[in-house]
């Protein structure tokens, strides 16, 4: 690859929050946000259903399927909650997430998590629009820990399941963040064309 498009490439996951070594994927849909007993959403962060992620080892877009009970997290029982990914100032962080529980998403396995916002006006504003039904989407910010790469026409055993490639199986990651995003599916849109994929 050239490196002016490496460089751009660079500079847009950049953009988006994403460094180098950071993986990310969306959740695209969570039910009718309304806050429980707690003040507090339950939200699917992610679903093992594959989806299409900037692999940094390979250097291209692949499908990933991130196993639910892969899902590691920190001693404390909670990670941030950031606005679109964005890490650079504590400005950015509208609240955490914790109480995880593996559940479902239609046909696939799903980890799930209470979000709870801060009480500072920026993150009231974002509450407001997800209890308003405005923003929907969602975004994991994670680290493998164990990952495979399945080429294609070939079968791999993980966990006493069998997976098909063309795939990458993380079936062991650390949860860094969640990030809630106007249009978490798009994020990457503009890299994927610059990678012709």
Not at 16 to 42: L, V
Request: aromatic share 8%; hydrophobic share 40%; glycine share 10%.
């Amino acid at each position: 690859m050239q490196n002016r498009a490496a460089g751009e490439i660079q500079k847009i996951l950049r953009g988006a929050g994403i460094h180098r070594g950071m993986w990310a994927r969306s959740a695209e849909i969570i039910t009718r946000a309304e806050a429980g007993a707690d003040g507090g959403f339950d939200w699917v962060l992610t679903t093992e259903k594959p989806t299409i992620i900037f692999d940094w080892e390979r250097w291209e877009f692949v499908e990933e399927i991130l196993l639910a009970d892969g899902m590691l997290v920190p001693a404390s029982g909670q990670v941030v909650l950031l606005d679109s990914h964005s890490r650079t100032s504590v400005k950015d962080v509208l609240g955490h997430v914790r109480d995880f529980k593996e559940t479902t998403s239609g046909e696939f396995a799903a980890r799930s998590g209470t979000v709870f916002f801060a009480e500072d006006s920026a993150s009231a504003d974002a509450r407001k629009k997800v209890e308003g039904g405005h923003i929907t989407d969602g975004s994991v910010g994670y680290q493998p820990k164990k990952s495979i790469w399945v080429p294609e026409d070939h079968e791999v055993t993980v966990s006493g399941r069998t997976f098909v490639g063309p795939v990458r199986v993380t079936y062991e990651w650390i949860l860094k963040e969640f990030s809630i995003t106007p249009i978490g599916a798009d994020v990457l849109a503009k890299v994927r064309l610059l990678c012709g994929a």
